[in-house]
């Protein structure tokens, strides 16, 4: 592949995302949420980080930035619409823009619904999508700021993309996520499929990402609500589900 993709785990149930264009061997990592996570990933990666790229504001997805860029000089690439909340951008971009890794480009998406500000980036060449906590497997972001509607359309941009498209979300929730689902939509059968293979993943200590977003459409109630109203119905379950 021109461009491998690759979870690290970070804090408590964080991935950050390690990219390598084959081509020019550049670097990027994105949501580094703590430091020393992250420099090991790039050291173990080869010492080389080009860019950072920043889904939302959020303290686990940015607090290693400014350290990658003072130790590596990587450029940090995130929302215009949310600059002031993010360490200070050398790359600000807004919906439709690209962003080039060597010989690699992503297209930034807005997808609101979790904060305000956020995005997603899509590498379509390689169909790599770098969606932080909009889109998880088996579930969507908690509405934080954003209403249903924002992240129905969100997800809505997310079901448009090839079914082969990598799925690199931000937490590992994908168990606790199947048990909601199962509530939802207990006789799917690419769900109870999905948390049995998820349940082994975990059990043998491998992330359960990244998923596709044929699976994720075939599986997730999120991606699967029909309508705003039925996401804003399960989003709310999901809220008080224990
Ligand atoms: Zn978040
Ligand atoms: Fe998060």
């Known amino acids: 592949m021109a461009l491998s993709v690759e979870p690290v785990p970070c804090l408590s149930d964080n991935y950050l995302w ?3 264009d084959a081509a020019t061997g550049a670097v990027a990592l994105c949501d580094p949420g703590e430091p020393e996570a992250a420099i090991a990933a ?10 950072v790229l920043l889904t939302h504001h959020h303290g686990d997805h940015i607090a290693g930035a400014e ?9 940090l690439v ?15 971009l807004a919906e439709g823009e690209t962003v080039a890794l060597g010989a690699s480009e992503a297209v930034v998406i807005d997808t609101p619904g979790h904060t305000r500000g956020h995005i997603a ?67 799917n059968k690419a769900l109870v ?11 043998a200590g491998r992330p359960t990402v990244p998923t596709t977003m044929a699976e994720e459409m075939a ?24």
């Open 18 to 20: 390690l990219l390598k």
């Open 42 to 51: 790039v050291e173990a990666g080869g010492g080389r980080l080009d860019m």
């Open 67 to 75: 350290a990658l860029r003072a130790k590596y000089g990587a450029k």
């Open 78 to 92: 995130g929302a215009a619409a949310d600059a002031r909340r993010l360490p200070k951008l050398d790359v600000a």
């Open 121 to 187: 980036f899509y590498f379509a060449t390689a169909r790599v999508l770098l969606c932080g906590d909009t889109l998880f497997s088996l579930g969507c972001g908690r509405l934080l700021e954003g209403n249903a509607e924002e992240m129905f359309a969100s997800l809505k941009k997310f079901a448009a993309l090839p079914g082969e498209t990598l799925v690199c979300c931000g937490h590992e929730y994908t168990e606790s996520n199947a048990r909601f689902a199962l509530t939802v939509e207990p006789q």
């Open 193 to 203: 499929a999905r948390t049995a293979e998820a349940a082994v993943q975990r059990a």
């Open 219 to 242: 599986a997730n109630p999120f991606l699967r609500a029909g309508s705003v109203a039925k996401l804003a119905e399960i989003r709310s379950a999901k809220d008080s589900f224990r």
